[in-house]
């Protein structure tokens, strides 16, 4: 008789291993291989047991990473030896339902390929179904109420499922076993189009939208964590009326596309920005835009770049189906800096001058969640993180020694919790001086540390004292770390690379408030994640205006050139030059702000007199450099003075008021001189400390040719540099920046 060797493995799967489909998984990967054994959920993930031949073991768990099911993230994988049992067959174990507290919530994911033929198939007991979902796809975030996930604890609790769906959920083969969302037309969300007043409009409701936007209506469309506006974009009258009635003068608008031939007509696309476009998370991408793209100038009047996304729940696909819209602009419905409208109550009241119609359904919103942006291209920067990256933790190399939550800044707002290892940032939370934002802010700040168990021992926060974030921190009676706003963005990069430095950071930043009380911006810092020296800075000038500095780009122009040139030309701004240097010679705030310094040039170019929106003279001195690639360098230089290492923007600002040159290749030579300047301050920083690495961190470095001409600077003399890749390069990183400052000055004994 022959005796087959066996082995028995147990095996501690870690990370986001529950509710999306992970132990069909493992059950169907060990009948493949012929393995008996069982698989079950505990309080802290999955664990497995497999017992066979040594070589099929051993490919079963190889094979378990490699072919994980889509939405899962497998942190940590154990394996030990265990005493043979030789049970037959594979089972998997009742779940105790006891799970909770480190087992992870999913963020929201598009329609997997599996339920999207479903909801194509007129046979299928889902056909035309806008809420079809399975383990591998569906809502997630946006419908959890409480933890551990389970239906009971989401906005799906009102709809018991009926027989054939509970079926689908307790068979641990089926796609659906414990898809907390499953649903169907017999027991799930229903949707309907309203009237602004509320009474619901006959008829089938995807068919009526189609038709009122081919008419040129403007349709309010309650998706996934918010509501947004649309209409065709290639109707000008519609987009305008749009503009019209939401207030909103220029700001580009986002647009969805029905698949990713339609993208291609409309942006340059490379392979990579395809990938993202097309991944779970579906975000807006920003793109170069084609010439000749058929859609009104109004989208995006101030920017050569258009914001795309694919759609990204069932609903969304069903707005396609059948019927030639074309792009649609989906843009979020609440006015500017408000935060998202989510019941349809609200959406009512508060849309009602807006939209021609809504389209509404009754699974209610958990919370509002942005979607995400990203600037697509070779090295694709996130600008805003939420619906589909947000609650995923990040894992950093640091453990931090207590549980920490930092506030974050006071534009594009985010909250992050970090205990351990794990960084859990929240999505965007918008601008705190808006009083419905602040609301919203403070709502999180009670709600996120009990939804996740995590109790924080510290607060940390950004240094400035006029931050609603900071004063708020006063008040809940914890123990505060304070941390520089430009230093939090430096740690923000470095821990998302799962690094702790040292590294040189570059910050190219609007303002940020300095450890001598100026307004810092454009920044030269040396430092790891618990300290930072600055090094230098841009030459500083004049902040005159307060907030009207942002708005007004005439006021930093004239500070610039004040500097510059001695005096303020006659006619070179839209006001008086007398008037101008008397505001400029009051006392005032001294500035490093690289935010303000585009603003200043572009006022001095004549091409943008007011900020409609944030950046708009940024974008739009940007779209003018890259018209002209090759144009070279303006003068510039370093000055060492007082210990630190000055940009001297001066020179510049002479040569272009004296250039004679056509504004692209000003402006591209304006380019140029910046990145060469910051990659020499970087590189000399570089040689004088030894440090190889250079953090490219702050919201200005969204302008691609200034961050493609540092890096392509830096890394041609050697050195290693970080730009962000999961976190926003803005203030919308600054949250993970001031937990992990806080954790490195606790481990280090600083404080
Ligand atoms: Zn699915
Ligand atoms: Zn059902
Ligand atoms: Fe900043």
Redesign the pocket.
């Known amino acids: 008789m022959r005796v087959t060797q066996a082995v028995r493995q147990r095996l501690e799967v870690r990370g986001r291993v529950q509710g999306v489909g992970f132990r069909p998984f493992v059950y169907t990967l060990a009948a493949s291989e012929a393995l008996s054994g069982f698989v079950g959920n505990d309080e802290r993930g999955v664990f497995i047991e497999v017992e066979g031949p040594p070589p099929r073991v051993a490919r079963f768990v190889e094979r378990l990473s490699a072919e994980a099911p889509p939405l899962s993230r497998i942190h940590d994988l154990a394996c030990a030896d265990v005493a043979l049992r030789g049970e037959p067959g594979f089972h998997i174990l009742k779940s105790t339902r006891a799970q909770a507290a480190e087992v992870e919530i999913a963020p929201d994911a598009n329609t997997c390929p599996a339920c999207l033929r479903e909801l194509l198939d007129k046979g299928d007991r889902r056909a035309g179904y806008p809420f079809i979902n399975c383990t591998h796809c569906g809502p997630r975030y946006t419908i959890v109420l409480d933890r551990p996930y389970d239906r009971a604890v989401t906005t799906m609790a009102s709809f018991p499922?009926?027989a054939?769906?509970?079926a689908e959920y307790d068979d641990p083969h089926d796609r659906r076993f414990h898809a907390q969302p499953?649903?169907?037309?017999?027991?799930?969300p229903r949707v309907w189009l309203s009237d602004p007043q509320g009474r619901e409009l006959a008829g089938a409701p995807f068919a009526q939208v189609q038709a009122r936007l081919l008419a040129g209506e403007i349709i309010a469309i309650k998706g996934l964590g918010g509501f947004h506006l649309a209409c065709r974009a290639e109707d000008d009258e519609a987009v305008r009326r749009l503009r019209a009635r939401k207030g909103r003068a220029a700001r580009p608008f986002a647009l969805m596309v029905p698949d990713v031939d339609a993208a291609h007509r409309l942006v340059k696309l490379t392979p990579q920005d395809q990938a993202l476009l097309e991944s779970v998370a579906r975000p807006i991408l920003l793109c170069p835009r084609r010439e000749g793209a058929a859609i009104s100038p109004a989208v995006a009047p101030s920017t050569d770049r258009l914001g795309l996304m694919l759609p990204y729940t069932p609903l969304h696909h069903l707005l396609f189906q059948g019927a030639a819209l074309g792009p649609l602009v989906m843009t979020s419905a609440n006015p500017n800096a408000e935060p998202l409208c989510v019941d349809n109550d609200e959406a009512l009241s508060r849309l009602a001058g807006l939209a021609d119609a809504l389209l509404l359904h009754d699974r209610p919103i958990a919370r509002g969640v942005d979607d995400s942006v990203i600037l697509g291209g070779p090295d694709a920067l996130p600008i805003r993180r939420a619906r589909g990256y947000v609650p995923e933790p990040l894992w950093l190399s640091l453990k931090s020694p207590a549980p920490i939550l930092a506030l974050g800044g006071e534009l594009k707002s985010t909250l992050c919790l970090l205990r351990g290892h794990e960084a859990i940032l929240s999505e965007h939370l918008g601008t705190l001086s808006n009083p419905a934002a602040l609301r919203n802010f403070l709502g999180r700040v009670a709600d996120w540390p009990r939804f996740f168990e995590i109790e924080p021992a510290y607060l940390a926060v950004d240094l400035h004292p006029g931050y609603a974030s900071t004063r708020h921190a006063a008040k809940l009676d914890r123990p505060i770390i304070k941390v520089q706003h430009h230093h939090a963005h430096l740690a923000a990069c470095l821990a998302e690379h799962g690094l702790e430095g040292p590294a040189i950071g570059l910050i190219a930043d609007g303002t940020g408030y300095g450890t001598d009380g100026q307004i810092w911006g454009g920044e030269i810092l040396l430092g790891d994640l618990a300290r930072f020296d600055r090094i230098g800075s841009l030459y500083p000038f004049t902040l005159q205006g307060g907030d009207a500095a942002a708005y007004d780009p005439w006021r930093p122009a004239a500070a610039l050139l004040l500097a510059a040139l001695g005096e303020i030309p006659e006619g070179s701004l839209p006001v008086p030059s007398a008037l101008a240097t008397r505001l400029m010679t009051r006392e005032a705030l001294q500035t490093t702000s690289l935010g303000r310094l585009f603003d200043g040039v572009a006022s001095i170019l004549g091409i943008c007199s007011k900020n409609r929106f944030e950046a708009e003279a940024a974008m739009a001195l940007e779209a003018l450099a890259v018209a002209a690639p090759q144009a070279p360098a303006l003068p510039w230089a370093l000055i060492e003075a007082e210990g630190q290492r000055r940009i001297d923007w001066r020179p510049t600002v002479r040569a272009l008021v004296a250039s004679t040159a056509p504004l692209e290749i000003k402006a591209a030579g304006f380019h140029a001189a910046l990145a060469a300047a910051f990659a020499e301050a970087a590189a000399r920083t570089a040689a004088a400390s030894g440090v190889g690495l250079v953090v490219l961190s702050g919201g200005c470095f969204i302008n691609t040719p200034f961050r493609s001409g540092v890096r392509a600077s830096l890394e041609a003399q050697g050195l290693r540099v970080l730009t962000h890749q999961r976190v926003p390069t803005g203030d919308g990183g600054l949250a993970l920046g001031q937990a992990v400052v806080a954790a490195a000055r606790l481990s280090a004994g600083l404080r």
């Open positions: 499922m009926c054939a769906c509970q499953n649903a169907c037309p017999r027991c799930g």
